[in-house]
């Protein structure tokens, strides 16, 4: 479709921008959330906005982001905490990382989380003097270990014929008609 700017995300604009509010807000008070890879392209721009505005700082900035963020607690780390966070850094404040497949749907999912977080890393750093000499299975480590498979179950042992070669199955049978 032309001049498609954006995804819908399969909704009307009232309860996308509801579902990205609460992203947004979840975002800022847990610094990484999990979502589809959809939501979370969705989210950079909101959450960069906001981001601009807590650096703005002013009583109009404050009130353009409280009509967007659920909640006090929110507002305060926004403004104190991520506003000093990013103070020189001009825009790109979010990072998608890609985490898989659902298990229930396959549905793609990704982790947004801050660039300057406070939380471990999820990938292991490359560094990047050695890049060209180790493989690539460093970057396509899966975020989250696979869960520990169970044993495999031996098969049962074979028990021997007891019957001859010439025994007939009746006979086998204990001498059972059938």
């Known amino acids: 479709r032309h001049g498609m700017k954006f995804s819908r995300l399969g909704r009307a604009s009232g309860p996308r921008r ?3 509010r609460s992203l947004a807000t979840e975002l800022i008070k847990h610094e990484r959330i999990t979502t589809t890879v959809a939501r979370a392209k969705a989210l950079k721009g909101p959450a960069d906005k906001l981001i601009t505005l807590a650096k703005r700082g002013t009583l109009e900035s404050r009130k353009k982001a409280s009509a967007w963020i659920f909640g006090q607690d929110a507002m305060d780390k926004l403004f104190s905490s991520l506003s000093k966070r990013f103070v020189d850094r001009n825009g790109g404040y979010t990072r998608v990382l890609k985490a898989g497949l659902r ?36 970057v396509d480590a899966p975020l989250y270990p696979s869960r520990p498979r169970p044993p495999k179950k031996q098969a049962a042992p074979k028990l021997a014929p007891s019957a001859t ?13 059938l």
Do not use: N, Y
């Open 18 to 20: 509801l579902l990205l």
């Open 103 to 138: 298990r229930f749907d396959a549905a793609p999912l990704a982790v947004v989380e801050w660039v300057q977080t406070d939380l471990p890393a999820l990938r292991p750093k490359i560094d990047k003097s050695k890049k060209a000499d180790k493989p690539m299975a460093a």
């Open 165 to 177: 070669p010439g025994e007939s199955i009746v006979e086998q049978l204990g001498g059972m008609k």
